[in-house]
């Protein structure tokens, strides 16, 4: 990508094209090339640290949610959570944004605005990935479970049950993303 040639492209100016591609390269989402911009690739080995921070983070997350949600993020996490449980067999790109949304429920139950952008920025990163974990046979009834465990230790004010649960629901979803990488025989995705 070449600031020029997009913005030529969609008829806008340079500047906004060229925050736009700066924004993307500081997310590490674009890296230079001799012919510009370029889509980074993502390895395994990266795939893993990202999955490996965002245990911790999840973990942290939950915990600080069980201590400082109030009733109405108590209510947007049952409500999400309902919601879920009544789609049908979804296409993944729901259970996606589904998944995501309750996550970032989550995140908002902290009330800390630092982890919320931490986990934000991880969660770029493994747009990147091929195929959704959820899209594994059984994972997203699997997942819902998972999540449900979570809301209650938040709903219990239980910070070390919530840590755990989020931290083993994101442990169990880096296991079927290193599987579908190994089914999919990717050891880089350069």
Known sequence: MREVAVASRFGVSRTPVRE???????DRLLVPS?????????????????????????????SEAASARTQADLL???????????LS?????????????????VWNATHNGVLQDL????????VRTPHSTLSAPGRWDEALDEHAGVLDAIRDRDPDAARERAAA??????EI?????????????R
């Open 20 to 26: 736009a591609l700066r924004r993307l390269e500081h």
């Open 119 to 126: 986990l934000q920025r991880l969660t770029i990163h493994l």
């Open 177 to 189: 993303r290193l599987d579908l990488l190994r089914r999919h025989g990717v050891t880089s995705l």
């Open 89 to 105: 067999d979804p296409p993944d790109a729901t259970r996606a944004e589904a998944n995501t949304e309750f996550h970032e429920a």
């Open 76 to 86: 947007r996490l049952e409500s999400l959570l309902d919601r879920d449980r009544s």
């Open 169 to 174: 629901h994101m442990t169990r979803a880096r």
């Open 34 to 62: 001799s012919r510009g911009l370029v889509v980074r690739g993502v390895d395994t080995d990266e795939v893993i640290q990202i999955y490996t921070v965002r245990i911790l983070l999840e973990g942290e997350a939950a």
